[in-house]
């Protein structure tokens, strides 16, 4: 069965007056129906640009540069932007990372949601009214009817972000691209809207892309995950192996400075340095001057993504195969 | 709201009576009518009696409460030159004055809003920048000299367009109006031109900054990953949220388009107020002078009011308790 998604060699490049940012470098991965891909780096690393190149909006002076965004077969960036105009907000959606935000402040909620099912369907008033309030009714948002009258700043964080999920289920999408959608939230409305995205995705079969710099959510939501860093995937895989073996000295310092109970006491563990500027990535491995296990070998080429163990990929030449093998 | 309205209504009432102290020792303090108005032939008798009959030899205070006791029951006084009652004789020029500043404010959003919002979507383009330049100037040059270079240019060079007086008006509902009959509307275009020069220039500089700015906001992205076509990102969801600015300023240029509108009106013999008080302070027509500005006064505080009844229609969160 083909997957939802699957992007191949993606590039997406800024052509800035500075030089070339390449924001997106050489990154491939699928998500199949019903399961959701876990997209975790730092600022910056390309992670939030890799969503919007698959919705088509990246804006100038960004642009793809190459490789091939396969959904549902076909290739979207070879699609006119009238027909990505169709599949926006219909067949993929996308929700955004600060709910105060995303909708618009001067327009109620009916008319934002109205709006989106008339985007896609040809349908009266009414009944795009009736639509828009059951799936406000759907993400638990207590007297739909009323709340459709509303204006945003007349709801909390929480109930926005519940309103920009309901505004991207409007019309079942196959695939929903969800960047950092609890970061700003507090911790119990994030563990409700996860759960609620999990069952989404398992019972409607919506393929989801979650993009986050928080290991811990990833770790309970996702099936896989793909690490990237300074624009590119350095390592992917199945959520547990990778998480409890991680073959990129990457991941593993990502995961060393995540707070857990088995080291409670002791100084968390950093990655030392800063994310390298991508408008002059260095030849060779961009995470070399951080690592730990970098040799000259590593300043001479760029490592290419490796499938070191069946399903497990990384883009290192010192790859931590001892702590897999032992896992 | 009815409460906001009542309070905003009662301050309305401070700010006119605060003013009309101000106006009253202001004009005051300017001079004394008396050397002007009696000839400096007359006599002592005849001087004191004039005196005496204007109001002229009460105190001070005792003059302003008067002033105000009649105020109150709409006598601003008489024109020392016309022999009319103040207020009468600027209510008849205020139309023509009203006519040319909503001309000029209409023209203003008109031909700023479309420009503004060009220039804003697509900021490098060659035609943006000139409407940029463009609006420099609107700017900087001095109102005068751009007046009297239409004058030049389409009165007296190419002899388009009249540059003096209303010219024909018709009287609706007691008013006389210019601007429904072709001769008159004729008549109003260069002055109108004249006057919203800057109004269009600061619609434009105001609509680009605000659609640059919104253009940029995460609302915007998410209506397009919503799948709405441009039109409908552009003239619903940025536009709705740059009439904001746009409207608080133009309203409160309005009440500026005619307090200010004198050298306008001077420059091509419009009949209107600003005409009007010119010529008063010449001749030191108290009065006239204290009239007018107390019109003026009051005009600002309702165009205030205005403006804010309807920001709180663009804004929802402005909006005042209780549902609109």
């Known amino acids: 069965m083909t997957p939802t998604l699957e992007v191949r060699n993606l590039r997406t490049h800024f052509f800035t007056r500075a030089g070339v940012v390449k924001a997106v470098d050489d990154v491939s991965f699928a998500v199949e129906r019903g399961r959701v891909l876990g997209l975790v780096g730092e600022s910056g690393s390309g992670k939030t640009v890799t969503g919007f190149s698959i919705i088509g909006l990246v804006d100038p002076p960004g642009r793809i540069a190459g490789g091939r965004i396969l959904f549902q077969g076909t290739d979207l960036t070879t699609l006119s932007e009238e027909a990505m105009r169709d599949l926006r907000g219909n067949r993929i959606a996308m929700i955004f990372q600060d709910p105060m935000m995303t909708l618009n402040p001067v327009l109620r909620i009916d008319t934002q949601m109205v709006e989106t099912v008339l985007a896609h369907r040809r349908t009266t008033r009414e009944e795009a009214r009736r639509i828009a309030r059951d799936a406000l009714g759907q993400v638990g948002i207590p007297s739909p009817e009323e709340r459709l009258h509303a204006y945003p700043h007349q709801f909390s964080g929480g109930m926005r972000q519940r309103v920009a999920i309901a505004i991207a289920l409007l019309h079942k999408p196959d695939l929903i691209i969800a960047d950092e959608p609890t970061t700003a939230l507090d911790v119990t409305i994030q563990g409700q809207i996860l759960a609620e995205a999990q069952k989404l995705c398992a019972e409607s079969g919506t393929a989801m892309i979650w993009i986050t710099h928080d290991l811990s959510v990833v770790a309970g939501l996702a099936d896989d995950i793909a690490v990237m860093y300074a624009g590119r995937v350095v390592e992917q895989g199945p959520v547990d192996e ?51 296990r970098a040799t000259d070998a590593c300043a ?28 | 709201m009815t409460v906001y309205l009542l309070r905003r209504l009662i301050q309305a009432a401070g700010v006119v009576l605060a003013m009309s102290l101000l106006v009253f020792l202001g004009v005051y303090a300017i001079g004394d009518p008396v050397e002007i108005l009696i000839s400096p032939d007359a006599d002592q008798i005849e001087r004191e009696r004039a005196i005496r009959s204007l109001g002229l030899d009460l105190p001070l205070w005792e003059q302003y409460l008067v002033f105000l006791g009649k105020a109150l029951q709409g006598d601003l006084g ?113 002055p109108a031109i004249n006057l919203s020069l800057f109004k269009i220039s600061l619609v434009i500089r105001l609509t680009r900054a605000g659609v640059r700015e919104a253009m ?38 309005f009440g500026g388009t005619i307090a200010f509108s004198v ?38 505080v309702v165009i205030n009011l205005v403006v804010d009844i309807t920001y709180t229609v663009l804004d929802p969160r402005v909006r005042l308790e209780g549902k609109a």
């Open chain 1, 242 to 292: 990778v998480l409890d073996a991680p073959l990129h000295p990457y991941t593993l310092g990502l995961i060393g400075s995540v707070p857990s109970r088995n080291r409670r006491g002791a100084p968390l563990r950093q990655i030392p340095g800063m994310t390298p500027s991508l408008l002059n990535l260095p030849e060779g491995c961009a995470f070399r001057a951080r690592c730990p």
């Open chain 2, 78 to 190: 008489r024109s020392f030159v016309f022999n009319e009652p103040a207020l009468r004789l600027i209510l008849d020029r205020m139309p023509a004055t009203l006519e040319l500043a909503v001309g000029a404010t209409v023209a203003a959003i008109i031909i700023g809003l479309p420009l503004g919002l060009y220039a804003g979507l697509r900021p490098d383009s060659a035609v943006s920048k000139a409407i940029m330049a463009g609006s420099i100037l609107g700017f900087s040059l001095p109102t005068f000299w751009v007046g009297l270079m239409l004058i030049m240019v389409f009165a007296v060079q190419l002899g388009w367009l009249p540059s003096t007086g209303r010219g024909e008006t018709v009287e609706v509902l007691g008013v006389r109006w210019s601007f429904l009959t072709w001769n008159g509307l004729s008549h109003m275009i260069l």
């Open chain 2, 216 to 253: 940029l906001m995460d609302y915007v992205k998410f209506a397009r990953a919503k799948g709405l076509s441009p039109n409908r990102v552009v003239f619903v969801h940025v536009f709705k949220n740059i009439l904001i600015p746009v409207v608080t300023v133009v309203g409160l240029e």
């Open chain 2, 263 to 300: 050298v306008t009106e001077s420059i091509f013999a419009w009949p209107g107020m600003g005409k009007l008080i010119i010529d008063s302070i010449n001749v030191l027509d108290r009065p006239v002078m204290v009239a007018y500005l107390m019109v003026i006064v009051l005009m600002f």
């Open chain 1, 300 to 327: 001479a080429v760029q490592p290419m993504i490796t499938e070191h163990r069946p399903g497990r990929f990384a883009r290192c030449i010192h790859p931590h195969l001892e702590a897999a093998e032992a896992a």
